[in-house]
């Protein structure tokens, strides 16, 4: 302890010679305190912070190639419906990717950001629209191709929060989509920096998500939701209570090792 005090002394009197220097000292300091707290509040408020809904509770599902133990990739839609009605794990689990669309409004089309969900996505996420309903598991069937969406809380507002607007079509890559829900206000999905603009049912991929090149962070594909070796989905699930760590482990590393002799 003496020896901190003799340290804080010499310093002080080391600033005391050299003022000018002391002054740009704390200086530089100030701005880097403020900096980080500036950075902080931004990683707090995008990554940290709780999002809608209950997706704090919410583990993410991966694809690990077993001849490279550090790789990681997405899943096929096989692949998730295998793990989501095999494992017995979770009570909710969800696949979603997002992807580029032409919105047309009036003689204009501009590029928006689509989500593509599973039917129990809200569900999951514990969030309840503001109205009109959910997607349907005949909607999230591979194929299917219904053209409906679910509008964000902000399309709505600029319809003046017309209960009539559940039920209009809106313009989605040159084709009409029924809308048949509205996401609740302040609702970002599973992000909160990236947000979509428009929430569509996986039914839909093989029409909306086109063969052209990726753009930006969204991959296009070529090939069909239902190919078990197309791995395109972000998987998220909620785990049943009581579950350890080790137990969930077990189960999924056998129902890996099932698929992988199936298929």
Not at 89 to 105: M, N, S, W
Not at 109 to 116: D, F, I, M, N, V
Not at 224 to 231: I, M, V
Request: glycine residues 10%; charged residues 20%.
């Amino acid at each position: 302890m003496t020896r901190l005090w003799q340290d804080v002394g010499y310093a002080l009197r080391t600033f005391a010679k050299a003022p000018g220097f002391t002054a740009i000292a704390v200086f530089v300091l100030a701005i880097g305190v403020g900096a980080n707290t500036a950075i902080f509040s931004i990683v707090n408020e995008f990554m940290l912070r709780p999002l809608s809904g209950r997706t704090g509770e919410l583990v993410g599902a991966y694809s690990q190639n077993r001849t490279e133990p550090g790789s990681f990739r997405a899943f096929s839609y096989p692949n998730y419906a295998d793990l989501r009605d095999q494992s017995g794990l979770f009570d909710g689990l969800v696949a979603h990717r997002f992807a580029t669309i032409g919105t047309t409004v009036g003689e204009e089309t501009r590029r928006s950001l689509a989500a593509l969900v599973s039917s129990n996505y809200f569900d999951t996420l514990g969030v309840r629209l503001a109205a009109g309903r959910t997607f349907t598991a005949e909607e999230e069937r591979p194929g299917a191709g219904i053209p409906v969406a679910i509008a964000t809380y902000q399309n709505w507002q600029k319809e003046q929060l017309d209960p009539a607007f559940v039920g209009r079509t809106i313009r989605i890559n040159a084709r009409d989509f029924t809308v048949v829900g509205i996401a609740p206000e302040g609702f970002t999905g599973t992000m909160v920096m990236v947000s979509a603009d428009v929430y569509l049912p996986l039914g839909v991929y093989d029409t909306v998500v086109s063969s052209r090149p990726a753009v930006g962070f969204v991959r296009a594909g070529t090939r069909g939701l239902g190919d078990r070796s197309h791995h395109n989905l972000a998987v998220a699930g909620r785990l049943k209570p009581g579950l350890s760590d080790a137990f969930v482990s077990a189960r999924l590393d056998a129902l890996s090792r099932q698929l992988e002799a199936a298929y």
